[in-house]
């Protein structure tokens, strides 16, 4: 039986949220979770918006110096990424860019969740990467029904890492110390979606997901009063 729109509003959307690992897939686990229908919300996309912000970037030129706006006027995210994650100096600098811009992503988080509510969205998935380790400032792991991990081997996350992102070797290792361990975040998880294999792979797993789901969303609704 097919959730009605007017039920899907009064109902709210499911909310999930993505775990796991740098360079894991998450992101792509997310669209496949979404569907068509559903929105991701990602956390990182907000952010670059965020830090684009005007207010934002007269504090990034303020406190990292001229040469963090790039010829475009925006933020140089490799010159601030290379400075927080600086293994003597990066855990203060990261504190402090993360004030400036951790609020305006959570606010925006909020009001997008407000309008898929509105507009009876079935499903939101929120691509956060800090979503249990931030929760006590955002609240956003409290908002969802299911966490989902997506597992993908340390050794393809470096490849992916260097492949797709130019990241020198030990860069994946250097930024997930600074967060919640991998074992910590799997044990947090409702599901654990294998990504070893490729995209084919966390295809049918995703699908294997959201027919758990289906039947139990809908067999909620029906014993629904």
Known sequence: MAVSSED??????LILGILGGIASGKSAAARLLAGPDGLVLSADELAREALDAPAVLERVRARFGPSSIGPDGRADRALLARA???????????AELES????????????RLSQARAAGTPRVVLDVPLLLEND???????????????????????RRAQRERGWPPGEVARREAAQLSLAD????????????????ELERSVAELLAKLTVRDHSEHNQAP
């Open 8 to 13: 899907a509003t009064a109902r709210g959307p």
């Open 100 to 111: 400036w811009t951790h609020p305006l992503v959570r606010d925006r988080i909020r009001e």
């Open 185 to 200: 975040k799997k044990k947090r998880a409702h599901h654990v979606l294998p990504n070893h294999r490729g995209p084919g």
């Open 136 to 158: 006590a400032q955002h609240g956003l792991a409290q908002l969802c029904a299911v966490l989902v991990f997506v597992d993908a081997p340390a050794e393809e996350r470096e």
């Open 84 to 94: 927080v994650f600086d293994p003597q100096h990066g855990a203060g600098l990261r």
